[in-house]
């Protein structure tokens, strides 16, 4: 049997099953922890509390698995699926095997075809996929940055905290894909004093993968900023559970307010930044103005393309979203600090050297008191 030939009949047709396996092990995990927590309700012993709380955490979450599992997986395991068929509709759903021709003119099985005719066929989805990932590298900090600046201001004493906080948050919900595309047509999405002529000539000399997403930056900026309304409620959030005694003890000592942000606010908030940065990537990756689902969704509805095609062209985008969401992750998850050796043998040093002098004053207590 060839590659391709086990591919079709015994690896492909698994995955559909893949969502009803995740949801039985979900189901078999909440079973065995209800199971050991009466088991020792019943033998008067005490359950726990990790053991609680996860039977806890699971009964909470198990709506969510069902749902996820039925409603979302299963598409997306049919997506994969399609994507090394070709998926005809004329009388119900039919999977056709990909055949291509091999060296000798014989037909073989090919579950790469769609994925091959994607660079074949769409000559500019390599470049469009670079530009993504180049304006995405550029948007990310950007709105980072924004949303913790506006935060910031937000969380200090003003007045109207309440209604600034509602004119920020007010894009997201009026910012849908009609109104943004209608805004965009408009010229509202670009600063006025900005001129594009004037970056694009400073841009010439750029490779056309980098210029056309900084570019695009500053002719979409006031967009990328309206993207920030739910990052700064999140930082907010993340403000207002830093302890103030904190700032209290920093101002004590003498610390400004540079120095405090740095060394308090900003590392109290990396998980937050991290949530944040992860939220990002995903809202610009799905965005109605992000030009490579245009590109899906056209393929989706082409007559020489259709639905097995447009599957593969998602594939291929999921992967680099997917790259990219991991390189955010490495990049802005929290890094534990680890001691050198030295270091831990002063520590070790002092420690040994406290513990000296503690027996000497006991040893002179008691030598006083005889």
């Known amino acids: 049997m060839s590659m391709g030939n086990f591919l079709y009949e015994k690896v ?6 893949v969502p009803y396996a995740l949801l039985i092990g979900v189901c078999v995990a909440l079973l065995i922890t209800l199971i050991y927590a009466l088991v020792r309700t019943a033998q008067k012993k005490p359950v726990a509390r990790g053991v609680r709380e996860s039977l806890w955490g699971y009964f909470f979450i198990f709506p969510w698995v069902v ?3 039925i409603f979302f997986l299963s598409g997306v395991a049919n997506s994969l699926l399609y994507s090394f068929y070709n998926l005809k509709l004329d009388n119900g759903l039919q999977l056709i095997p990909l055949t291509a021709e091999d060296a000798n003119g014989a ?5 790469l075809a769609n994925y091959i005719s994607v660079f074949n066929k769409e000559l500019n989805y390599p470049l469009t996929l670079a530009n993504f990932a180049v304006s995405l590298i550029l948007q990310l900090p950007v709105i980072i940055a924004f949303s913790l600046i506006i935060a910031l201001m937000l969380n200090g004493r003003i007045r109207g905290r309440g209604f600034f906080r509602t004119i920020f948050f007010l894009p997201v919900i009026i910012a849908t894909g009609p109104v943004m595309s209608q805004l965009t047509a408009q ?4 600063v006025p004093m900005v001129s594009q002529n004037v970056i694009t000539s400073v841009l010439t000399g750029l490779p056309e993968f980098i210029a056309t997403p900084i570019s695009d930056l500053f002719s979409q900026l006031i967009l990328i900023l309206w993207n920030s309304g739910i990052q700064i409620l999140i930082f907010l959030a993340g403000l207002q559970k830093v302890p103030t005694a904190m700032y209290e003890a920093a101002k004590i000592d003498g610390a400004s307010a540079w120095e405090t942000f740095w060394k308090i606010t ?3 908030l990396r998980s937050m930044i991290l949530l944040n940065s992860i939220y990002t990537v995903v809202t610009l990756a799905t965005n109605s103005t992000n030009p490579i689902i245009d590109l899906i969704y056209n393929a989706t509805y082409a007559v020489t393309k259709g639905y097995s095609y447009a599957a593969a062209m998602t594939w291929m985008y999921t992967v680099v979203v997917a790259i990219l969401l991991l390189i955010t992750f490495l990049i802005v998850r929290e890094k534990k600090e680890k001691k050198s050796n030295d270091v831990w043998r002063r520590d070790v040093e002092a420690n040994k050297r406290g513990m000296q002098s503690k027996k000497v004053q006991k040893m002179l207590e008691r030598g006083k008191a005889a």
């Open 107 to 111: 037909q073989v099985y090919a579950p």
């Open 187 to 190: 010229g509202v999405s670009s």
């Open 266 to 268: 900003l590392p109290s």
């Open 12 to 17: 492909l047709p698994l995955l559909e099953y």
């Open 67 to 69: 749902g996820i599992c």
